[in-house]
């Protein structure tokens, strides 16, 4: 076997070993963000995700445009592990897609793409000492999403892909914290809070795909219209006690005093959330390939994105103090008789409140970009590009219910009722710079660096605006290797080449 072959696979192990697939004392403290699907190739990512779109990467047009599929001279199935950034007992994100172009009969494609995330995580903390106590926190997480294909080709200038991308992604997040103190027998707070979120995705997306051919230009459209919910619920119940007793003696001579007093407290709170946000998206995009000659290719890319969310749901809650002061005060004064004085004293106050929940996103973003790619010299290619992206949104919400609040005796009944809109305008521009060099006929070697620059103005009138801008370089790499034009493997860092843990992996294998 290749020495060559023996080192890589060597490198490539112990970048695995050193992925962190291990629990620690870590948890979320919201929903995690999943990786990007349909997924860029590693290629792409190592010269820059901003060149998506805009310069020539098959692999990745393909996903996203599956009517590209005829343009791939052989059948392909590939793996990739992706980073993950939480330290927690995981299974890495992984990507297994399989393509297969002229499959069963010539003219015809078919492709997979499949993205699997299981992520699990628990926190757990005893204190036997001074407070006994018992606090965990755990997740559960899972997530999967599937793009199916067909291509056709009637004729050589021209295919057309209906496609259909499956999302599901469950997560459920639970909190416990229960402890007590004690001192002295007179003394004691015991806390229980409990706590479950649960959030459940579930989108259908359906496309189509088609390209057109003539002679050196290339011009592609695709559409796409995703529907799904998300199903929101959370349920919280805390509840404090307070006990807390004290008592006195004094003894002089023939007479004596008593004193004794304790008070009790219990807070209890709950609260329940049942939501749910439907999603609706509108996507197209047109992309234009010219081949200006064998060295050197120019690309254009537009796509029109609109994005409308609506939120319905109830949001309740109870919650309640009830205080007990309570005194007896005794003395005796020989030869008088023993007197007795008792005071008891209980408060009880507490709300309640349940209300309805709507709310109207709309959005819309223009995306834009152009990109060059040139070969330097025989070893060298440059790539260097512009995308900018436009964005409108408009967050309508609103609530009405009724809150009842009782103090002592009295009870109290008001109505809850609000609305608001906010209306945002966002820009950004990003100039990828990208460098390709073939170290040897079967090494590659892949940087980038991309300048980015946004900007955000937001708020609910023009009086009340917050605007925020942002600048940022960043920069990647990766080294990509091919075994007897058979199988290769990829790998791209997203910018700390000095942590393993940040490295992607990618195997291909062409049959």
């Known amino acids: 076997m290749d020495k060559r072959l023996?080192?890589?696979?060597?490198?490539?192990?112990?970048?695995?070993?050193?992925?962190?697939?291990?629990?620690?004392?870590?948890?979320?403290?919201?929903?995690?963000?999943?990786?990007?699907?349909p997924n860029i190739s590693n290629r792409l990512r190592a010269l820059g995700e901003d060149f998506s779109g805009i310069i020539s990467d098959l692999e990745t047009d393909v996903l996203q445009n599956p009517s590209l599929a005829s343009l791939l001279e052989s059948k392909s199935i590939g793996i990739t592990f992706l980073p993950y950034?939480?330290?927690?007992?995981?299974?890495?994100?992984?990507?297994?897609?399989?393509?297969?172009?002229?499959?069963?009969?010539?003219?015809?494609?078919?492709?997979?793409?499949?993205?699997?995330?299981?992520?699990?995580?628990?926190?757990?903390?005893?204190?036997?000492?001074?407070?006994?106590?018992?606090?965990?926190?755990?997740?559960?997480?899972?997530?999967?999403q599937q793009l199916f294909f067909l291509a056709f080709t009637p004729s050589e200038h021209f295919s057309i892909a209906p496609f259909y991308i499956f999302t599901k992604s469950p997560y459920q997040e639970q909190y416990s914290d229960d402890w007590s103190r004690s001192e002295n027998n007179t003394y004691t707070y015991s806390s229980n809070t409990?706590?479950?979120?649960?959030?459940?995705?579930?989108?259908?997306?359906?496309?189509?795909?088609?390209?057109?051919?003539?002679?050196?230009?290339?011009?592609?459209?695709?559409?796409?219209?995703?529907?799904?919910?998300?199903?929101?619920?959370?349920d919280a119940d805390a509840y404090d006690s307070m006990f807390n007793f004290s008592s006195y003696l004094y003894e002089y001579g023939s007479s004596f005093d008593f004193y004794q007093y304790w008070t009790y407290r219990n807070e209890t709170d709950t609260r329940n959330i049942?939501?749910?946000?439907?999603?609706?998206?509108?996507?197209?995009?047109?992309?234009?390939?010219?081949?200006?000659?064998?060295?050197?290719?120019?690309?254009?890319?537009?796509?029109?994105?609109?994005?409308?969310?609506?939120?319905?749901?109830?949001?309740?809650?109870?919650?309640?103090?009830?205080?007990?002061?309570?005194?007896?005060?005794r003395w005796r004064n020989y030869p008088c008789p023993e007197s007795t004085e008792i005071n008891i004293s209980t408060d009880i106050d507490g709300d309640a409140d349940s209300s309805d929940i709507k709310g109207t996103v709309k959005s819309l973003?223009?995306?834009l970009g152009l990109g060059y790619e040139t070969r330097l010299n025989k070893k060298l290619n440059g790539f260097i590009g512009v995308k900018s992206i436009l964005g409108l949104a408009?967050?309508?919400?609103?609530?009405?219910?009724?809150?009842?609040?009782?103090?002592?005796?009295?009870?109290?009944?008001?109505?809850?009722?609000?609305?608001?809109?906010?209306?945002?305008?966002?820009?950004?521009?990003?100039?990828p710079l990208g460098l390709e060099y073939k170290l040897l006929p079967s090494l590659t070697v892949r940087a980038g660096?991309?300048?980015?620059?946004?900007?955000?103005k937001s708020g609910l009138s023009t009086h009340n605006q917050i605007e925020i801008a942002n600048g940022a370089l960043y920069y990647s790499f990766g080294i990509g290797y091919i075994f007897r034009d058979k199988f290769s493997i990829d790998t791209y860092n997203y910018g700390n080449l000095g942590s393993l843990n940040n490295w992607n992996i990618q195997f291909k294998y062409m049959f």
Do not use: C
């Open 274 to 329: 049942d939501k749910t946000k439907k999603v609706n998206e509108l996507n197209v995009s047109f992309r234009w390939q010219k081949e200006i000659d064998d060295d050197n290719t120019f690309n254009t890319f537009a796509r029109f994105t609109r994005l409308s969310t609506d939120l319905t749901g109830s949001e309740s809650g109870n919650s309640y103090d009830i205080d007990n002061d309570s005194s007896i005060y």
């Open 394 to 431: 408009s967050d309508t919400s609103s609530k009405l219910g009724i809150k009842i609040t009782t103090i002592d005796t009295l009870t109290d009944t008001t109505g809850i009722s609000g609305s608001q809109l906010v209306k945002s305008k966002s820009f950004s521009i990003a100039l």
């Open 194 to 234: 409990v706590s479950q979120y649960d959030d459940n995705i579930l989108f259908h997306q359906f496309g189509i795909g088609t390209t057109f051919n003539s002679q050196t230009n290339s011009f592609q459209i695709t559409a796409t219209f995703k529907m799904g919910d998300n199903k929101i619920k959370f």
């Open 365 to 367: 973003n223009l995306t």
């Open 85 to 144: 950034n939480y330290y927690v007992s995981y299974f890495p994100p992984t990507l297994i897609t399989l393509i297969l172009p002229n499959f069963p009969v010539s003219k015809l494609a078919l492709g997979f793409h499949n993205q699997f995330v299981y992520a699990k995580s628990g926190y757990l903390e005893t204190d036997a000492n001074y407070y006994n106590s018992f606090y965990s926190r755990q997740y559960s997480y899972i997530s999967y």
């Open 6 to 37: 023996i080192y890589f696979i060597i490198i490539i192990l112990l970048l695995l070993n050193t992925h962190p697939i291990y629990s620690q004392n870590y948890y979320y403290k919201e929903r995690p963000q999943e990786p990007t699907f």
């Open 449 to 456: 660096f991309t300048p980015k620059f946004s900007y955000n």
